[in-house]
């Protein structure tokens, strides 16, 4: 028999900040949802859209079974169907589309990444057609795929403070994470208390948020320039020697190649591209380089360029060059705790297949590492 009113910990999936959550339950209805106190990640924040989580779950429109349109489009009138029903009537649909035209006149579009996207990307395949289409390409992807093409991992800017140190400096790029709750994993209570610890914060954005109404440098560029910015304060960060020699000779190649590359990309350079001014992106990336260790918190924006790759490719570098690599209170490289095996293929290498790749061309797992300094072609994006 169940308890009249009883606690089930779970984790919150109304964004992708999956914080932990306590589920209050009087029988088998949801009464309450609170943060978990005792998350390691979250530790009991929980936002306004995991609060009203009981809310949406319970809602009079909620659609919680198949309906099959009796009017006229646009009409509204509808029929409650079964489950079988309506699967039957999909089925032979598509199968109508693919025995009739080809497998390849069927589409399928899926939207934000959930833990059931594997399912998706499998069924349309097994169905037989190429065309999977999904919003990866203008979210989040582009780091991922750059970070792990440059050093392995995917660097996580160090908010928890689990090796001993918090960021001295924070940089916000592209990302308001503090105000609409978390992403990426990350919460946003966390972030907050990352910030509010911070010496020095650095705030990237064409928005005037919140947080960049406390920065020490807020750096308002035009939409879409990420890429020069970047180059720009590669090119301080070099030029003035505020690079971390130790890090670069002793775990990257390419340096040379690299100075050669970013050498015309001045912050003169960038300040008609990104309509910031010159002076300002100088001083950010000192900022950036002097006040140690520091992270940097990106998000969407960085993706949302014709040069989202090469963008995120410059930010990692940033990081490496300065030495706020995989150290604590900088972007770290997320290792499980034992015994915790992640279903992610953005953070679990073996999870895309990785172990079956012969040792000498398996990306890095953890710790100090090699980091590929290449020079990258001009960014495409960075144009007035």
Same mark, same amino acid.
């Given at each position: 028999?169940?308890?009249?009113?009883?606690?089930?910990?779970?984790?919150?999936?109304?964004?992708?900040? =999956?914080?932990?959550?306590? *589920?209050?339950?009087?029988?088998?209805?949801?009464?309450?949802?609170?943060?978990? +106190?005792?998350?390691?990640?979250?530790?009991?924040?929980?936002?306004?859209?995991?609060?009203?989580?009981?809310?949406?779950?319970?809602?009079?429109?909620?659609?919680?079974? +198949?309906?099959?349109?009796?009017?006229?489009?646009?009409?509204?009138?509808?029929?409650? *169907?079964?489950?079988?029903?309506?699967?039957?009537?999909?089925?032979?649909?598509?199968?109508?589309?693919?025995?009739?035209?080809?497998?390849?006149?069927?589409?399928?579009?899926?939207?934000?990444?959930?833990? !059931?996207?594997?399912?998706?990307?499998?069924?349309?395949?097994?169905?037989?057609?190429?065309?999977?289409?999904?919003?990866?390409?203008?979210?989040?992807?582009?780091?991922?795929?750059?970070?792990?093409?440059?050093?392995?991992?995917?660097?996580?800017?160090?908010?928890?403070?689990?090796?001993?140190?918090?960021?001295?400096?924070?940089?916000?790029?592209?990302?308001?994470?503090?105000?609409?709750?978390?992403?990426?994993?990350?919460?946003?209570?966390?972030?907050?208390?990352?910030?509010?610890?911070?010496?020095?914060?650095?705030?990237?954005?064409?928005?005037?948020?919140?947080?960049?109404?406390?920065?020490?440098?807020?750096?308002?560029?035009?939409?879409?320039?990420?890429?020069?910015?970047?180059?720009?304060?590669?090119?301080?960060?070099?030029?003035?020697?505020?690079?971390?020699?130790?890090?670069?000779?002793?775990?990257?190649?390419?340096?040379?190649?690299?100075?050669?590359?970013?050498?015309?990309?001045?912050?003169?350079?960038?300040?008609?591209?990104?309509?910031?001014?010159?002076?300002?992106?100088?001083?950010?990336?000192?900022?950036?380089?002097?006040?140690?260790?520091?992270?940097?918190?990106?998000?969407?924006?960085?993706?949302?360029?014709?040069?989202? !790759?090469?963008?995120?490719?410059?930010? =990692?570098?940033?990081?490496?060059?300065?030495?706020?690599?995989?150290?604590?209170?900088?972007?770290?490289?997320?290792?499980?705790?034992?015994?915790?095996?992640?279903?992610?293929?953005?953070?679990? +290498?073996?999870?895309?297949?990785?172990?079956?790749?012969?040792?000498?061309?398996?990306?890095?797992?953890?710790?100090?590492?090699?980091?590929?300094?290449?020079?990258? +072609?001009?960014?495409?994006?960075?144009?007035?």
């Amino acid at each position: 028999m169940i308890d009249a009113r009883r606690t089930v910990r779970s984790s919150c999936r109304m964004c992708h900040g =999956v914080c932990q959550v306590l *589920v209050h339950l009087e029988g088998d209805r949801v009464v309450r949802v609170t943060g978990d +106190p005792d998350s390691p990640t979250s530790r009991g924040y929980i936002c306004a859209k995991g609060r009203a989580s009981p809310e949406l779950l319970y809602h009079p429109d909620r659609l919680t079974h +198949p309906l099959r349109r009796v009017g006229a489009r646009g009409e509204g009138r509808w029929e409650r *169907v079964s489950w079988d029903d309506a699967l039957d009537e999909i089925a032979a649909r598509i199968l109508s589309i693919r025995d009739e035209s080809g497998a390849e006149f069927v589409g399928l579009c899926q939207g934000t990444g959930r833990p !059931y996207i594997e399912f998706t990307q499998r069924f349309i395949y097994a169905f037989g057609s190429p065309n999977f289409v999904a919003p990866a390409h203008v979210c989040y992807l582009s780091r991922w795929f750059a970070s792990l093409l440059t050093i392995g991992r995917l660097p996580v800017a160090d908010v928890y403070g689990f090796g001993g140190e918090d960021p001295a400096c924070f940089v916000m790029w592209g990302c308001n994470i503090t105000e609409y709750g978390a992403a990426d994993g990350m919460c946003g209570g966390l972030v907050r208390q990352a910030v509010d610890r911070a010496e020095k914060l650095i705030v990237v954005d064409p928005r005037r948020t919140s947080l960049a109404e406390r920065a020490d440098h807020f750096l308002q560029l035009r939409p879409g320039t990420e890429g020069a910015l970047a180059l720009a304060m590669l090119n301080t960060v070099i030029a003035e020697d505020l690079i971390d020699q130790g890090f670069v000779e002793g775990h990257t190649s390419g340096f040379p190649e690299l100075v050669d590359h970013v050498r015309s990309f001045t912050p003169e350079w960038a300040a008609p591209i990104t309509r910031v001014a010159a002076a300002d992106i100088r001083a950010a990336a000192r900022t950036y380089a002097t006040t140690l260790p520091g992270c940097i918190q990106w998000g969407s924006a960085t993706d949302m360029s014709a040069a989202s !790759y090469q963008t995120a490719r410059s930010l =990692v570098i940033l990081r490496a060059l300065v030495g706020n690599l995989d150290r604590p209170g900088g972007d770290v490289l997320w290792v499980p705790p034992e015994g915790v095996r992640q279903k992610s293929t953005f953070v679990n +290498p073996d999870q895309r297949g990785e172990q079956f790749l012969p040792s000498q061309k398996r990306s890095v797992s953890a710790g100090r590492f090699t980091l590929d300094l290449v020079a990258h +072609p001009r960014l495409s994006g960075s144009r007035s």
